[in-house]
């Protein structure tokens, strides 16, 4: 399983982002996937996550409203559109594989991470 996140940088406050990942290694369109991020100093944060189909989708209310998750199975991409951005937005964002493990979901597959620094 390989997970390569792109799209990170440098912007300004109030900005726009869109980060994609790049999946491989297994069947992409069977399992749902989320963005987590870690800022400098804190722990891990979950952001988002989309179904396996790319019906269903969650957000963490730090970026709701202001984050878009979504997926193309056909090109085994995931992409998180982010708008609005904040300083506190500041953080390396992760692309993880998820899996059910009922009553949730866990992770068990990280790409190597794409920093998003939100600064004027």
């Known amino acids: 399983v390989q997970l390569v996140e792109s799209g990170g940088g440098l912007v300004q406050p109030g900005g726009s982002l869109r980060l994609s990942c790049a999946a491989s290694g297994y069947t992409f369109s069977n399992y749902a996937v989320s963005w987590v991020r870690q800022a400098p100093g804190k722990g891990l944060e979950w952001v988002s996550r989309v179904s396996a189909k790319g019906d269903s989708t969650s957000y963490a209310d730090s970026v709701k409203g202001r984050a878009t998750i979504s997926r193309d199975n056909a090109k085994n991409t995931l992409y998180l559109q982010m708008n609005s951005l904040k300083s506190e937005d500041t953080a390396v964002y992760y692309c993880?594989?998820?899996?059910?493990?009922?009553?949730?979901?866990?992770?068990?597959?990280w790409g190597q991470g794409t920093q998003v620094t939100v600064s004027s």
């Open positions: 993880v594989k998820d899996y059910w493990t009922s009553p949730w979901y866990s992770h068990d597959y």
